[in-house]
């Protein structure tokens, strides 16, 4: 497991500092409740957004934990450095395991787009079967039931 020391060492994290925590706080505060509203409002029409939405919604409110609880500002490799040091400085597995879902299914997506970009599928483009569409659909809805809201849920007793 990577120390918080370790990433600060590499620049990947940095303290924040006391001019720009308020700023910084207010930003992710409203960052993900837009992240989370636009992914619920999108579930049925653009899957893809909805999901893509509710990853950051997940992403936004771990930052605004990570500056809020403990003033840490992730400079580089951001998704990644952000699981890292939330994995260091709590313990509950179940809110790990699900940003790393989270995660995972960004990636999916960001390798979906990055593969329908030579061959104009998939993800980016569906395939225009009510099948594809719907298949899409129901992923997205699970998705933000059973990842995005009760990671946004656990996190907020965190922040409290």
Do not use: C
């Amino acid at each position: 497991m990577v120390k918080v020391e370790t990433l600060m060492e590499e620049g990947k994290i940095e303290k924040i500092s006391e001019l720009e925590l308020e700023r910084y706080l207010n930003f992710f505060e409203n960052s993900y409740r837009d992240d989370l509203e636009h992914s619920k409002a999108n579930i049925e029409k653009f899957p893809r957004w909805s999901i893509i939405s509710g990853y950051y919604a997940m992403h936004d409110i771990t930052k605004l934990f990570l500056a809020k609880k403990f003033r840490i500002k992730i400079l580089l490799e951001i998704h990644a450095t952000a699981i890292k040091v939330l994995n260091e400085l709590i313990r509950n597995m179940e809110i790990i395991e699900l940003i790393e879902k989270g995660y995972n299914e960004f990636l999916s997506l960001a390798n979906d787009l990055k593969d329908a970009k030579k061959e104009r599928v998939k993800v980016q483009y569906y395939t225009g079967t009510k099948f594809m569409e719907d298949e899409y659909r129901k992923k997205s809805s699970e998705f933000h039931k059973d990842v995005v809201l009760p990671f946004i849920e656990k996190m907020k007793g965190l922040l409290e």
